[in-house]
């Protein structure tokens, strides 16, 4: 559904990303690992049409949507849960979750959404009148998730869910992924979770300074050589 | 220390509350404008100068009645305040702060001068509205009608904006937008549509008190916006600003310092302009986030 190819950005003079070409499949979830600076975000917020891109193309069902505004891309179901969950402190969680739905008109399917992240959620139905700065890092990384599902995401693409949680709350949160998936949304997943990430992946690739380098099932990642020893850890 | 009499006393309450009105009309364009951009928009007191001539102007020599003059007035400042941000500060979006600031200064000068150029920098007297010029007693207490009209007017536009900002779609990606662009822009929310509508919003703001203003002290000249623009962006900072709550606080406790201060002191009558410099002092030395403000660590 999501074909990107030779994808390059510079960025204040940097060539962050070198010509980067992956493949999110219908129905899957694919996660993208790396060290820090090897250019995940940047893959992410260049296909959201967040950072200027200097060269290749992004394909979303086959219609090219490189030079698309962010709304537009919004709108057609690409969204993205940016690192550091970026809720907004000041507006309370039914007002994030409302934001959410910026772009929607249908009245009925955003009660209905409404609905469904609050039973994903539970927490958050019980503390929907608070202000989203109040919340807990895990409740925050919970409520950013929400908002994003909130925009009808045909792809939901996530930047580090699981960065600065407690282990039992990243445990929930893969589990939620997982959840989100089976009910028809594709994952493309960013995390230095490496292990976790794979676990749950059909599908993977390795980045380093702006190139992938390795790509494969999950399974194959986990038990490849190079992936084990620099993102593993073993 | 002059004592007064209770219809005396209740007079300058009246006096006060207009001017506190009008101050807080103008003040909200500064803070908005603040909350979204982290610019502080040097050209809207003129943006509100030339509210002012618009409405004269369609009174004067295009002759329309005031309930046509006035809308019509309106509708030309919001149009300038929005063609203002697109020309004068939009290309500079990605630039160092202190460029769209430079630019600022420099639209107010250039605004002031065509003024002058245009308008002349002859005073003109805004017409007399029979309607609004009554003298009303209440009791003891004689006050005239504008100055019952600008808190009733005030009040009334405060609630709408309240309104918009806290109950609609568009003022929840305000206040998203003010707090974090990209997150905002991941939601689908447009940023220049929205930094295009808050500076409709002040504009609009301000050619209604531009235009009370004229009711009330009937004399313009082009350069009739700099000084309350100086005070209301004080006002606004005293407030806190980004906060449209503080803005309308800060706009009534100037309105009411400057009136009491002359009213009950009236050997510093000459210090009135003075006045809001003080406090502006007092408060960036005690609370420099302002009453409303929080204190904000800024990110790097």
């Known amino acids: 559904m999501l074909e990107i190819k030779d994808l390059q950005v510079h960025y204040g003079g940097i060539h962050a990303l070198r010509g980067i070409s992956l493949n999110v499949e219908d129905g899957k979830i694919i996660s993208l690992i790396g060290a820090n600076g090897a250019g995940k975000s940047t893959t992410l917020k260049a296909i959201m049409g967040l950072v200027p891109k200097t060269a290749g193309s992004v394909l979303y069902d086959g219609k090219d949507i490189s030079q698309d505004k962010t709304r537009d891309i919004v709108k057609n179901g690409l969204i993205l849960t940016p690192e550091g969950r970026r809720v907004f402190p000041d507006l309370t969680v039914d007002e994030n979750i409302a934001l959410g739905a910026y772009t929607r008109n249908d009245r009925a399917g955003v009660a209905k959404d409404r609905k469904w992240v609050f039973e994903l959620f539970p927490r958050l139905e019980e503390r929907k009148w608070q202000a989203a700065g109040t919340l807990s890092g895990g409740e925050q990384q919970m409520l950013a998730v929400a908002r994003s599902l909130m925009g009808k995401p045909k792809l939901l693409m996530m930047d580090e869910p699981s960065l600065g949680l407690a282990p039992l709350i990243v445990k929930s949160i893969f589990s939620i992924i997982r959840e989100i998936n089976q009910a028809g949304v594709n994952v493309l997943l960013i995390e230095q979770n490496a292990k976790a990430a794979l676990e749950i992946s059909d599908y993977g690739y390795v980045m380093e300074t702006g190139v992938i380098t390795i790509s494969g099932t999950g399974k194959d990642l986990l038990v490849n050589d190079q992936v084990r020893k620099a993102y593993l850890g073993e | ?300």
Request: aromatic share 12%.
């Open chain 2, 1 to 300: 220390m002059t004592i007064m009499d209770f219809p005396t006393f209740m007079q300058q309450v009246v006096n006060s509350l207009s001017l506190g009105s009008l101050y807080a009309l103008l003040a909200i364009g500064y803070t908005m404008v603040y909350g979204i951009l982290r610019l502080i928009n040097f050209a809207h007191g003129d943006i509100f100068m030339l509210g002012a001539y618009f409405a004269f102007y369609a009174i004067t020599i295009f002759t329309l009645p005031w309930y046509l003059a006035f809308p019509v007035a309106i509708i030309f400042t919001v149009l300038f305040g929005i063609i203002l941000e697109r020309f004068a500060y939009r290309p500079l979006r990605n630039s160092p702060r202190i460029a769209i600031m430079i630019s600022a200064i420099g639209a107010s000068y250039l605004i002031e001068n065509l003024g002058v150029m245009i308008f002349g920098g002859r005073p003109e007297a805004f017409p007399t509205i029979q309607l609004f010029n009554q003298i009303f007693s209440i009791g003891s207490v004689k006050v005239s009608g504008v100055s019952l009209l600008i808190p009733i007017v005030t009040l009334v536009v405060l609630l709408v904006l309240f309104y918009v900002i806290n109950k609609t779609k568009t003022g929840m990606a305000m206040r998203a937008v003010s707090k974090d662009y990209e997150a905002a822009r991941l939601m689908g929310v447009d940023v220049n549509t929205i930094i295009t509508i808050t500076f409709g919003i002040g504009s609009g703001l301000a050619a209604v008190g531009a235009i009370l203003w004229g009711m009330k002290y009937p004399q313009l000249i082009p350069l009739m916006g700099l000084m309350p623009g100086l005070k209301c962006f004080i006002a606004a900072v005293i407030g806190g600003i980004g906060d449209v709550r503080g803005a309308v606080i800060g706009g009534f406790i100037l309105g009411f310092g400057e009136i009491m201060l002359v009213a009950f002191i009236p050997d510093l009558s000459g210090y009135r302009d003075a006045f809001a410099f003080v406090v502006l002092i007092l408060v960036l030395l005690i609370k420099p986030s302002g009453i409303m403000g929080k204190a904000t660590v800024e990110k790097v």
